[in-house]
C-alpha cells in the first residue's frame, strides 16, 4: 500500500497529518515537559483551569496572574516546537513532491 502524500490530499486528511504531526510530539521530552509544566500550574491554581478551559472569567490575584503569564510562556514555547515539527513535515513533503515530478536526481 502507497503512503499518501501531502500533495495529493484534501483538506481534511491535511488537517488530520498536521494533527498527527502533533500527536507525535507526545514522545519528545522537552513537549512532555512543558505539557507537564501547565498541568501543574493548573492543578494548583484552579481559577486558571476555569479560565482557560472552561471560559469562566474570575478575579485572580496577582499569583495567578503571573502563573497566566507563565502558561501563555509555556504555550508559546509548544507552539514553537509544534511548528518546526510542521515546518519539517512540508520539508519532507516536498522531497517527495519533487521526487514525483522527476526533478530530483538519485
Same mark, same amino acid.
Given at each position: 500500500? /502507497?503512503?499518501i502524500r501531502l500533495y495529493d490530499i484534501n483538506s481534511e486528511e491535511f488537517s488530520?497529518?498536521? /494533527? ?7 514522545? *519528545?521530552?522537552? +513537549? ?5 509544566? =501547565?498541568? @501543574? =500550574?493548573? *492543578? ?12 469562566? =472569567? ?11 503569564? @507563565?502558561?501563555?510562556?509555556? +504555550? ?8 518546526? @515539527? =510542521? ?20
Open positions: 500500500m /502507497d503512503e488530520e497529518l498536521i /494533527d498527527s504531526a502533533k500527536v507525535s510530539l507526545k514522545d *519528545d521530552e522537552k +513537549y512532555k515537559k512543558l505539557k507537564n509544566e =501547565i498541568q @501543574k =500550574i493548573m *492543578d494548583k491554581f484552579p481559577n486558571l483551569q476555569l479560565l482557560l478551559e472552561d471560559n469562566l =472569567i474570575k478575579n485572580l490575584n496577582e499569583t495567578e496572574c503571573k502563573m497566566l503569564q @507563565k502558561i501563555i510562556s509555556l +504555550y508559546t514555547e509548544i507552539s514553537i516546537l509544534e511548528e518546526q @515539527k =510542521i515546518f519539517f513535515l512540508g520539508a519532507r513533503e516536498n522531497y517527495f513532491y519533487l521526487k514525483n515530478l522527476n526533478l530530483l536526481k538519485e
